[in-house]
């Protein structure tokens, strides 16, 4: 990453200055990651519901587990 240029990430997130990938933040709302996720994830969650209780709910650690669970 020479020039300041930055690299995309994985499903449209930024990588930080390290070079690592950002990763969701707890308080990402359920229809948004429908969005990228489709219709089926975190069924019976409501919309609104946050990424931190889905985890919590499924005893997933991290967004990426979980959509591996699935």
Sequence with gaps: MTNGTRQPGLDGRH????GRISEKHGNTRVDTLRETYGDGFAPGMRGDAHLRTVLDRAGAPSLSKLVRKR
Excluded: A, F, L, P
Aim: net charge negative; glycine share 0%.
């Design 15 to 18: 990588r930080d200055v390290d």
